[in-house]
């Protein structure tokens, strides 16, 4: 190995700059995190999810984030078109924040830096205002005797062996697809067809406990019979791809029959493990209230498609103040 050649002595700092660097990492070694509030542990939870659109319904996307502890969860939402679609029911315009230890609510409006209060059973609805030149909705338009009834499901779950990595989880893929067979009442079938593709994750480690303190949040939610609590992401159909079948099946279907329709998967045998990312194509075929606003699948194309993907599930430390209404900000009641 060639030996080093000979160069100039390395200077030496002086005194003034080795006490300058001292004072920088004596003030770096202090530095105060601007939030003063305690950090406790906190179940983290990103979903994203996008969507093909479907008849009236507008192509979109969105980003749905929750924070959880036992007994208080903040969610928020951003979304862009798809309507209410896209949009969990029990989001309105800005941050919501639920303190079981409270009974309380707020939903905040950050750009006018306000905050509504409700109870945790929900905010009193008025009453809507009747108006003779609006159609009724659910059916009662065009074609309203025409209605179907579901006569049979099969659900069936297949492992394709394949695993991979996927947002810092190990995940294996399952191919389901759930067929359900309409009929109307002139006995004419169609055939409503949901091929998902699921990739799962087991249960173990960060995500056991992330799970755990979600869990113990909606359970002490429901016993103090609260509002409907967040969606579930880890339903075998995503919460906006049941709100698209139900939205397409309302002209025909209704509102307890397609309850009762999109709860079947949920009777049926579960895919194992936690989904962290699901694609969903819905196709619908056959003649069945033909007609009727319901137009079927072109050949080789699903109605719409959805993708559901979780990008973070973890626990993290989190400031208290997380969970609470800033101080400038107006609470209204």
Partial sequence: MPRRQDSAPV?????????AALLAAACAGTRRDPDPTPLNPTAALEVRTAGSGMQDIPAFEGTVLTYTRANMRRTESRHKGGGAVARPADIESGPRIERLDRKLVWTLDDKARRARQCPLKGCPVPAPKKNPGVRPADGAGKDATCRLK?????????????????????????????????????????TGTVDLDIWTAETTGDLRDALAAEKAFEDAHGKLG????????????????AKMIASYLAPSVSPTDRAAFLAGPKKADKVPGVPILTTVRWNFSGEACAGNALPPSEAGKPLFTLTSEVRVHRMEPRHDSLFAVPKDYKITK
């Fill in 150 to 190: 579901t006569s049979n499901m099969v659900l069936i779950v297949e492992p394709t062996g394949k695993k991979r990595r996927l947002n810092g989880f190990d995940v294996t893929q399952y191919a389901v697809k759930w067929a359900t067979t309409f009929h109307d009442n002139a006995s004419r079938r169609s």
């Fill in 11 to 19: 200077p030496i700092p002086s005194a003034a700059v080795l006490a």
């Fill in 226 to 241: 609260g509002a409907d609590a967040e969606a579930d992401y880890f339903a075998l159909l995503p919460p906006a791809a």
